[in-house]
């Protein structure tokens, strides 16, 4: 594998550079940024950043450029992921919409549907969200339960959704739904796009342990879509719903890797800072020991991110590997939260302005906990790696 980057793909990642920070929002990622109470005002802040990247021309990089996109390869798309993670960027509020819809459209959708989807998609005019996971269905997701019934020409879905991230937010829902309740659990699946304002459509909020108000309850109560909402075919949502789940998995790591970065640098600046039992935590030979497993971690996963990207230049699809690096990358962000909590000590239940690092390492830990649940628990990923890549007996 090559890992280096020619001396054009190098000046696009200086250009990159050079406009996140002229456009980064002025204070944003440090205490100076005054981050509004109201919901929709954030909102508001996340929606204008990505109009921001579409008309600078850093929003589907990678995109063909008929739906709107800027005909670039995967390899631009990392460069720019990985200058947005060292400047700690917005991730914006189209997140789903981008990294998980679009790209199984690309694959799955008719030239209709992506005509008509994708270029608003990109210009922030339509926030996506994601209806997967039910309340008795979630590690499990071919058992869940939201119905579609056919009837003349339209369909008519019943059920619910949790932990919907932006759906307060979003114009549009891709979602699951049963179709066929006679066949086989894995069967009988259909992927359905949903406007949100439908009559019968209701967002509740979940609030987070740590104060995030992104996940959301959504019921449907009779809601009516036409007929032609269908994405991949009636009853073929189980393999339409993998390939997202692997886009999810497999192609976010590089961008995650450089935050990891900063933020295990901001572990280390801390572990200078505080000292236990007369010494210095940094010059500890225990917590020494942590941090660089910690920090070999995250150069690994580095690593893990190039292979994947490689895989989807090379074959145009992602695998159950995509599910190695899935619980790799969450399992060690967890153990990152666990020991800034462990560095903290006794300081750790405050935060604050004028706490020890401002709650950066108690927002890791908590926020570290969801990751090893979304896109697959770890329990399911070690299953799939057992299964499909180990070819272990189930």
Request: net charge negative; aromatic share 10%.
């Amino acid at each position: 594998m090559d890992l280096a980057f020619n001396e054009k793909q190098e000046e696009y990642r200086q250009q990159a550079r050079e406009w996140l920070i002229n456009n980064i929002p002025e204070g944003w990622g440090t205490p100076v940024f005054e981050w509004p109470d109201d919901e929709a005002e954030r909102g508001k802040i996340l929606r204008n950043w990505d109009r921001k990247l579409y008309e600078g021309g850093y929003a589907g990089i990678s995109w063909p450029k008929e739906y709107g996109g800027q005909g670039l390869t995967h390899v631009e798309e990392i460069i720019y992921d990985e200058e947005a993670g060292k400047l700690n960027a917005p991730g914006g509020i189209n997140v789903i919409g981008k990294l998980l819809f679009a790209p199984t459209l690309l694959l799955f959708g008719t030239e209709e549907q992506k005509q008509r989807f994708l270029p608003p998609l990109l210009k922030g005019d339509e926030v996506w969200c994601q209806g997967f996971s039910e309340p008795n269905a979630g590690s499990d997701l071919a058992a869940i339960q939201t119905r579609a019934e056919l009837v003349g020409d339209r369909w008519v879905i019943n059920g619910q959704k949790v932990w919907t991230s932006f759906a307060h937010h979003a114009e549009w829902c891709f979602m699951l739904a049963r179709t066929d309740h006679d066949l086989p659990k894995h069967k009988g699946i259909t992927l359905f796009l949903v406007p949100m304002n439908s009559e019968g459509i209701t967002v509740r909020p979940l609030v987070q342990i740590n104060g995030n108000r992104d996940f959301n309850e959504v019921f449907f109560d009779h809601v009516s879509i036409p007929q032609e909402n269908v994405v991949g075919g009636v009853n073929n949502g189980w393999n339409v719903a993998m390939g997202t789940l692997g886009f999810e998995r497999g192609t976010l790591a590089l961008g995650r890797q450089v935050r990891f970065q900063n933020e295990f640098n901001t572990l280390v600046q801390i572990s200078k800072s505080l000292n236990k039992n007369g010494e210095n935590i940094s010059q500890n030979s225990y917590y020494r020991q942590k941090l660089a497993e910690l920090f070999a971690e995250i150069r690994i996963l580095r690593y893990h991110g190039l292979k994947t990207i490689s895989q989807l230049l090379n074959e145009g699809k992602l695998g159950p590997e995509a599910s190695l690096q899935k619980l790799f990358w969450s399992t060690m962000h967890l153990n990152m939260g666990k020991l800034g909590l462990e560095v903290l000590g006794e300081e750790g239940p405050y935060i604050g302005k004028e706490t020890v690092g401002r709650g950066v390492l108690q927002e890791i830990d908590l926020g570290s906990r969801g990751e090893t649940i979304y896109a697959g628990t770890s329990q399911i990923q070690k299953n799939i790696i057992a299964e499909r890549v180990l070819g272990m007996p189930r």
